[in-house]
């Protein structure tokens, strides 16, 4: 039953909320509704024209409708009289097949139907930088290796701990905060939740991250790779499946890392997807500048190359830190939060239905050994080797239909044409000499 949100409005003092949804390129949309007119809209919706966003449809198509989700519900921390709700599209009175928020409520319909439920965490990695984009803010951010620099993390303590103090209120429960791998890098974690929680909450936290640093004349980028001689932007999700008694049937203390013929099966279907997944979870042209990248200068890209799983190890794409779960490694800061989580259930959910089996897993540093690693495959090196995987991919098509598949395609070789025809500026990489766009970070970026 969806709760009363007019009434909530006046309980709470809000005077305002966005309805929001998020296109296929995860750009966030809205429409700020004065609290007035919240009951109309949380019956029949705030209306977008599709073609203005990235979805594939037209001037000439019907109005969507954006039916808030009252239990998305978040009243701004820094704004009280704001309240936030993700919403999903509708149209001519039926679900738009291609928005990705119901992408992934189906895929979590179909996981429900076997009585399990996807429980995840993601990881945001973000730069801090100038406002002209070109070098990160902190011109003291210089260390080789800076990861867990803490001098360089208290230099934005007040921005930190105000992002960190908002996750506190929002009951988000967020357990530590750190200075990333590269200069101006940062990184802050939550608790797991169900999915599609996570998924808003993932929405949100960008929206909140890039909103606060501007306040303190700061930029915030989740951009995957804006400094070619920097570690890159990640976005990795830590996963396990639960069941409706509440049992984590990816745990089983008697393997050797853990992990039960559930976790294995599950794992197995999104190894056998890894390449079309690419496409999604490294959906722009930047991405492939993280992907196989040049060492970095604190030593290591940390990013995977090949389609591997290991134990406690980060040179692979999947990786076991303990039992019950698995981090997948493979998504960066460009990622759609829902479809981060759609694309994984539902490869995950083809593991478990055709008894995918990952193999053994691979006990070496992939950095320095991979070449000696027989018969794994690597990732895609371009967007447009990506989407061609994805066009071929049975198991994305059968999960979410041909035309939804094509449309993000058709969507995406518009802005590969659009790049390729662009000039080019290298910024955020000083001193290189080179011209090609792939060894350079260019401004269409």
């Not at 993390?153 to 791998?181: F, S, T, V």
């Amino acid at each position: 039953m969806p709760k009363n949100l007019f009434k909530i409005a006046k309980e709470k003092k809000i005077k305002y909320f966005l309805i929001s949804f998020v296109d296929l390129f995860g750009v966030l949309r809205s429409k700020l509704v004065p609290t007035r007119a919240i009951k109309e809209m949380q019956e029949a919706g705030a209306g977008f024209a599709g073609f203005a966003a990235w979805l594939d449809m037209s001037p000439a198509d019907s109005d969507m409708f954006g039916i808030p989700d009252s239990d998305s519900l978040i009243q701004l921390p820094w704004n009280k009289e704001v309240g936030w709700l993700a919403s999903d599209l509708w149209m001519n009175g039926k679900p738009v097949d291609a928005s990705p928020r119901v992408m992934l409520k189906k895929q979590i319909e179909k996981l429900s139907k076997k009585g399990l439920q996807m429980k995840s965490g993601v990881e945001c990695e973000y730069f801090l930088i100038s406002q002209d984009g070109n070098s990160i803010a902190d011109t003291r951010d210089t260390q080789s290796k800076p990861c867990y620099d803490q001098s360089a993390l208290m230099r934005r303590y007040d921005l930190i701990k105000e992002i960190c103090d908002c996750m506190i209120e929002m009951g988000w429960a967020p357990y530590q905060n750190d200075h990333e791998d590269a200069n101006g890098q940062f990184e802050m974690n939550w608790d797991f939740s169900n999915c599609l929680q996570t998924a808003d909450r993932h929405v949100f936290f960008k929206f909140m991250v890039r909103t606060l640093a501007e306040k303190k004349g700061l930029r915030a980028t989740f951009m995957p790779k804006p400094f070619l001689n920097k570690t890159g932007n990640g976005c990795h999700a830590h996963l396990s499946i639960w069941n409706k008694e509440g049992k984590n049937i990816f745990a089983d203390k008697k393997n050797e890392l853990g992990l039960s013929k559930t976790a294995y099966n599950f794992m197995g279907g999104i190894m056998n997807s890894a390449e079309a997944l690419t496409a999604w979870f490294n959906p722009t042209i930047n991405s492939y500048k993280r992907i196989n990248a040049p060492v970095t200068a604190s030593g290591a890209t940390w990013a995977p190359n090949t389609i591997t799983y290991s134990g406690n190890n980060r040179t692979h794409m999947i990786r076991v830190p303990g039992p019950g779960r698995f981090e997948l490694r493979l998504m960066d800061g460009a990622t759609n939060p829902y479809l981060l989580q759609a694309g994984i259930l539902a490869a995950g959910i083809d593991g478990i239905e055709k008894n995918r089996n990952p193999g053994k897993p691979i006990n070496v540093n992939m950095y320095e050994d991979g070449h000696k690693v027989k018969g794994a495959k690597k990732l895609p090196l371009t967007l447009e080797k990506a989407l061609s995987h994805l066009d071929k991919s049975k198991v994305l098509k059968d999960a979410f239909s041909k035309e939804t598949i094509n449309s993000y395609i058709k969507l995406k070789n518009k802005e590969i044409k659009k790049y390729n025809s662009s000039g080019i500026k290298k910024i955020g990489f000083k001193g290189s000499k080179q011209s090609n766009k792939k060894s350079i970070i260019t401004q269409w970026e």
